[in-house]
């Protein structure tokens, strides 16, 4: 009497829909009415940022009509995927059953965590729930290749500042090994697992968890970035940022500066001052930031970064300073230059904590530490200046 299938959306435009979606379609064969249990329902109302920021986020779980889902995923020009899930008939009674306890008032909501608590792994605690927990002892014996992070840079990476920023955000807690079953936060490795796995029924016969997978929807090709099929370090790509910000300072602020024209010499400290004010400031805003979430919210995935270590909050007292000496003022330059050199030193010294305590220091924040260091070491206090110097040679009698 009743069918279940597992729909999963693609990346979509916004950020938050670009890891895909999911949701249990359950149709009802005596009238052929199709609903789909969506668990990955949010309000941008009721203080969301303030929410978001805090890790306080609700989600909610909605029935709704399938093909009115579906009309706006098309809309969207999003792909959209169908399994068959098959389980006892017992089984299916009594997932819809708890499906639309869920879906009370009273029931609906729960906490939402990126990698713990959303869409996919609401669905797939279900599933497993369905078969006894056989999906979780499974899942959990296959390890898999990448980290959390690692299949998060799937997604992310062709927006470099999101993904910079994303990885900045996160500490060393997405960075150990996982398993099938943790990285089934991703619907659409939900969808692969199902569709891999077999489970064993009262009468002892494996039974494929899913078939039959039919695309109801093809996004355009080119219409945004695909998702990668194995993970991509960004790690040179923010090396070579750091070095031409760090060079294009150089070039301006000592080269250029050392110019025997006055006018040059104010106009390469003005290009220095201003592209240190703004790379300054983002690191300042975005440190802020990550301090707030680690003393005052609940995104643990934040916790025990260690990126505060070498991109601090006194980092917009830094593009301030570097503004002031943008304008003429000498002291204000010489004063952000000693930052750079602190934070080069202290940054060097958390690479090479790194590189002894391999097992300890776990983060792969490598992206970070390398876009920043050229950036601190071409803004300090190091002479650079002296390789732009012109040598005199000094005559004497004995020349001649």
């Known amino acids: ?4 299938h597992l729909t999963t959306m693609g990346k979509g435009d916004p950020l938050y829909v670009w890891f895909g979606h999911t949701g249990l379609v359950v149709t009802d064969k005596r009238d052929n009415r199709s609903v789909m249990y969506d668990y990955g329902i949010f309000s941008f109302d009721d203080d969301f940022y303030q929410t978001f920021a805090m890790g306080r986020l609700n989600y909610e779980v909605w029935a709704t009509s399938a093909e009115a889902r579906y009309d706006l995923a098309r ?18 009674l009594e997932l819809v059953r708890f499906l639309n306890y869920n879906i009370q008032p009273e029931n609906s909501t729960y906490l939402y965590h990126h990698y713990r608590e959303n869409c996919s792994t609401r669905i797939r605690d279900m599933i497993d729930k369905a078969v006894d927990g056989q999906f979780q002892a499974w899942a959990r014996a296959i390890p ?11 997604h992310t990476y ?22 099938l079953w943790e ?20 009468s002892g016969n494996a039974v494929p968890m899913a078939t039959d997978r039919k695309i109801i ?9 695909p998702v990668l099929d194995s993970f991509t370090s960004m790690t040179l790509p923010g090396l070579w940022f750091g070095l031409l910000v760090g060079l294009v300072s150089l070039l301006f602020g000592r080269a250029i500066a050392s110019s025997q024209f006055k006018s040059l010499q104010r106009f390469g400290h003005l290009v220095e001052g201003l592209l240190g004010f703004v790379w300054a400031m983002t690191v300042g805003i975005l440190s802020s930031l990550l301090l707030f979430m680690m003393v005052a919210s609940s995104h643990d995935v934040t916790y025990f970064n260690e990126n505060i270590i070498f991109a601090t909050p006194w980092a917009i007292v830094m593009a301030v300073q570097s503004l002031r000496g943008a304008f003429g003022k000498e002291a204000a330059r010489k004063r952000f230059r000693q930052a750079n050199t602190i934070m080069a030193i202290l940054i060097g010294t958390t690479i090479v904590m790194k590189v002894i305590f391999l097992d300890l220091l776990v983060q792969q924040n490598w992206q970070i530490l390398l876009t920043l260091l050229p950036m601190y070491l071409c803004n300090s206090s190091i002479p650079f200046e002296r390789l732009f110097e012109r040598k005199h040679r000094i005559l004497d009698d004995s020349d001649w």
């Open 75 to 92: 809309r969207e020009n999003r792909e959209i995927s169908n399994i068959t899930i098959h389980l006892p008939d017992a089984a299916k």
């Open 144 to 154: 898999m290749e990448e980290t959390l992070r690692q299949l998060v840079m799937r």
């Open 183 to 202: 990285a089934m936060f991703l619907p659409a490795v939900l969808e692969q697992a199902l569709l891999d796995f077999s489970y064993i029924d009262g």
């Open 1 to 4: 009497m009743l069918d279940i």
């Open 158 to 179: 062709a927006s470099p500042f999101i993904d910079w920023t994303l990885n900045f955000l996160q500490s060393g807690s997405i960075d150990k090994p996982i398993t």
């Open 217 to 225: 929807n093809s996004a355009t090709v080119g219409a945004r970035a």
